[in-house]
Structures are given as C-alpha cells and as structure tokens.
C-alpha cells in the first residue's frame, strides 16, 4: 500500500486531518517528532543541529559538521518505519531524504492564516498579535531548514505530488481524497521498489555505523548497494582507514567488494539522491584490489 508523506505548515491543521484519517482507516501515523526520538539517542543531534540552523549563514561549517549525520540518522529512522507497512508520515520535509519511489504519495497541507492564527492562540494560549508572530517565524524557520538542510524550497509545488487547501477542502473531504489515493493501483508497491527501499535502507544502515563510530565519524561518506557490490564515496583517506570502514561494513553485510571512490556530492537532487561529482584526479579505491596504494604513490 501506498506511503504518504505530508508536508505541514506552522499551526496547518495537519495533526487534525492524520488522526481524523486513522480513525476512519485504522493507517499508522508518524510524526517527525516521533523520528527525532530515535535520532537523538545518538548524542541529541536533531537538538543541536536545531540549535545551530540559526547561525548558519554565519557559521555553515559548523553547521555543516551536524547536518550529514542528521541526514543519515533521520533517513535511517524514516526507513525504518516505513518498509513493511502502509503508514502516513507528516513533518517539515523529511520527504527529501528519499527518492519519489511510485508508492510514496507527497502531499502538502495549506491553511489560511486566520485558520492558523485562531488555532495558535488556542493551543499557546496568546493573544492575535502574537499568535501572528510566532506563525512568521516559525514559517521562516522551516523555509530555512529545507534550503539549508536539502537545498529545496518547501513552497516549491514541483515537490508535491498533491496539495491540499483546507480553506477549500474540509476535513472529511480531504481524508476521502487521500483514501481514494491509498486504494489507487497506480499507487501501490511494486516488487521492484521494495527491493529498491531495501537497498536503500541497507546503504543508509552502513552511513548509520560510520557516522556513529567514532573511528569514522569526521568522514562523510555516501554508500550506494549495488548488484556487484557496495560503492562508497567521500574523502581522501588512509589505508588502515580504509580496513577501518570495511570491517564497519562487514558487520551488516558480507559483500566481499567494497569500492572506495574519492569525490563528494554536489547537492541533492529533487528525488533525494545525492548527485556525485568527480574530478579527473579522483581514483577508484576498492577492497579487494591494490588500487589504493597505485593511487598514492602515483599522487
């Protein structure tokens, strides 16, 4: 059965419209908020790299440090939940983090402002006036994650596959709308992206090891599962460094053909993926050849 990510406004009425959906079918619902319990057990990154999104103009690379690892471990999470079951999933725009697979429905949620303004006043208890300024901001404050986070805009329509006005559209008609999705053949899982998820989610399993052991956790390297192995990119880097990740990798896999690429990621692309760019000075690391010390002593 189909996955709906829903991407939600400040105060949109979205936790309405998922808890009017599961009572009429029963679907699981996840929060972002519920993720980032998982992803904070991991010395309270989502925490931190809220705190520093702030000062990211100014101080990015700090920034930065937080951001891969967040990526990763949110990803994580997010496979996690939704690889065996049909569930919807509403948040700020964790949607990025995967491809566009044919089963995953993106879904924006719009509310108007005298809507929203009436909702904060009633859940902070504050008055109009307030209730209006913790809306802009707020509202900025998730422009500014996805650009920063993602490299997106989140008001950008193309990232949607449907966009729901709850000034135009109520409640019981939206949920009809998202039921008639979920019962659409169109919509519905196929084997070959399940096994896509699969490889996905067992790529980002190894990016979850190397970001959490402190051995290899100042490298940021992108894995990639392939038919013929497992394609690693990042840094430069030694070849004990090197034994290092493949020992990593070897306690959730037992692929015997790890390559190693030197490169980094350009930026993320619209279905999630990173795209790679490579200089003619880069080589191909693997672990099952002496391509690494070819490449140095040629460097």
Known sequence: MPIIFISRG???????LVDYLHNQTGIRCISREDLEKDVNEHGEIAVRVL?????????YDQFSELRWPYMVLMRKALLEVIRHDNMVY????????????????????????????????QRLSCDEEKAREYITIAD????????FMYAHDIRNTMLYDLILNLDRVNLK???????????????????????????????????ELLVTDPRTAALEIRAEVRNDGIRLIGPYIENSELTTIIKIIQTVSDTGNVQYHPGYASRFDNNGYFRTRKTAMDKDYSSNSSTLQEGKRNG
Request: aromatic letters at 6%; glycine letters at 4%.
């Open 173 to 207: 008609a939206a949920c009809g709308i998202l039921e008639c999705i979920i019962s659409e053949e169109d919509f519905q899982v196929t084997p070959e992206a399940q096994a896509e998820i699969e490889r996905l989610y067992l790529a980002t399993k190894i990016e």
């Open 90 to 121: 509403h948040g700020y725009s964790s949607h990025l983090l995967l491809p566009a697979f044919r089963h995953f429905v993106r879904v924006r949620i719009e509310a108007p402002l005298e809507m929203r303004v009436s909702m904060t006043m």
């Open 10 to 16: 400040t105060m949109s009425g979205v936790h309405l």
């Open 140 to 147: 900025d404050h998730r422009v500014k994650w996805a650009r």
């Open 51 to 59: 705190e520093k999104l702030a000062k990211a103009p100014l101080a």
